[in-house]
């Protein structure tokens, strides 16, 4: 099969770290950040700083990313923070997620454009309920990459058969769920900075990469030419000035529909349906600033051309014919729910915005929700609380163009918005059209 990477992600890596307070998540950015050498002089001499203040015996290299009054004086994670560093062969951003059970939903927002997870776990406490449900929500979400990173292997003296126990534990557990990302695990001490960016030699035993160096090779953004193409309509581009005219050409008809493609690829003379109307052209250009392009590949921005005179604006989406897109009124989805003074309820209404588009939408129905301690679905309860996490039918006041968030994590995502406050109060992943009928085996297992 061929393989088109997308050369502006190809060297980026977007990761999350996720696990249970005091596992060592912030202490093991900070040992990257610092062992990489990609912090300034002045970061380290602040968190020096800091850390004589506190009254730590070192260096607390978690305070690079807890950056909230509250987290440096606790000493835990609460917010969800953004991290960026580069090697001499990748680029990376990191999103530092809380523990705790109550930011369940800054776990998800830090991991909803994660390509790859650190799920950390205490060498001392081995796989613990929090361990599980990190793993759910990284399955929930699609991450393809997890790294289970045994942390604190020298509070047990680098043991091989502790190493090894927790493993056999967490992979019986990843191997239940119905989508089992590739997992990668790892011996380290964050703290001492072993298998971090370099071997350590306290683990003759473990013949496998550092951290870093997994990091840096793990593969990540393959497009296939098996795609399918989806690009989301943000904007119509008409001249209305003779400097526009001028800048497009001389071109007084130019009709171009700009908007990032989301998946897929597109080339001139393409046969392609323009939604919502459904109607088949061809694709005549496709333009960017640097000029006119042969194809469009994914997540960059362009303006494309097509040779009828066809009506679509924002929210549209151009798809290949021969790609269909489900369109539909009502669809099953799961959710996670953010507000903290709203609850979700039957027949509850909301704004809802996918991709470029946004409708009104209303809950039809609570299928279930799922106990992320016991990770058990119930359909006792009709009502969503903060952090609670389930699958819900909704109706849209108007068609939406969507594949299930199993096939394409762009164009099968949603946010739902309170129509009074303009808060988020909901992320959603689509399963499936209910034109279909829902069918149990069609969801994301746990």
């Known amino acids: 099969m061929d393989v088109l990477v997308n050369p502006t992600e190809s060297s980026l890596l977007r990761f999350t770290t996720a696990g249970s307070v005091d596992d060592g998540k912030s202490t093991l950015i900070g040992r990257l950040l610092y062992d990489s050498k990609s912090i300034f002089e002045d970061q380290l001499l602040a968190v020096e700083e800091s850390s004589k203040r506190r009254g730590d015996a070192h260096v607390n290299l978690a305070l690079l990313t807890d950056g909230l009054r509250a987290e440096r004086e606790q000493g835990i994670t609460i917010d969800v923070a953004y991290r960026y560093f580069a090697t001499p062969r990748r680029k990376f951003i990191i999103a530092d997620t809380p523990g705790h059970i109550q930011y369940t939903r800054n776990m998800v927002t830090g991991a909803s454009t994660a390509d790859l997870a650190i799920i950390l776990v205490d060498a001392r406490l081995g796989v613990i309920e929090q361990t599980m449900r990190h793993t759910y929500l990284a399955s929930l979400l699609r991450i393809s990459q997890i790294v289970l990173a045994v942390n604190k292997m020298d509070l047990v003296d680098f043991d091989e058969d502790t190493y090894h126990k927790i493993v056999a534990d967490y992979m019986k557990f990843a191997n239940g769920l119905d989508y089992t990302p590739n997992i990668r695990p790892i011996p380290i001490s964050a703290l001492n900075g072993d298998n971090v960016v370099e071997k350590s030699e306290n683990t003759e035993w473990y013949d496998g990469p550092s951290l870093l160096q997994h990091l840096e090779t793990v593969q990540v953004h393959a497009e296939t030419a098996a795609d399918k193409a989806r690009f989301p309509v943000q904007w119509v581009i008409r001249p209305i000035s003779d400097a526009d005219d001028a800048k497009l050409g001389n071109l007084h008809d130019y ?148 594949d299930a968030y199993a096939e394409n994590r762009t164009t099968g995502s949603f946010i739902l918005v309170d129509e009074q406050t303009n808060n988020t109060v909901a992320a959603g992943m689509i399963l499936k059209p209910v034109a279909d009928g829902f069918d149990e085996s069609s969801e994301i297992s746990i």
């Open 255 to 402: 009709r171009g529909f700009a908007g990032r493609m989301a998946s897929g690829t597109f080339h001139v003379g393409d046969e392609v349906s323009v939604l919502p109307s459904g109607m088949k052209t061809r694709i005549t250009g496709i333009h960017t600033f640097a000029g006119e392009q042969k194809t469009a590949i994914p997540q960059l921005s362009y303006s494309i051309t097509v040779a009828d005179e066809i009506d679509t604006s924002r929210g549209g989406m151009i798809v290949k014919a021969a790609e269909p897109v489900h369109t539909e009124h009502e669809f099953d989805a799961m959710i996670c729910w953010f507000a903290d003074k709203k609850t979700l309820k039957p027949r509850g209404r909301f704004h809802l915005r996918h991709t470029t588009n946004e409708v009104r939408a209303v809950v039809t129905d609570v299928l279930y929700k799922v106990n992320i301690s016991t990770l058990e679905k119930s359909q006792e309860s009709q009502e969503f609380s903060l952090n609670d996490i389930g699958c819900i039918r909704l109706r849209t006041s108007s068609p939406i163009f969507f």
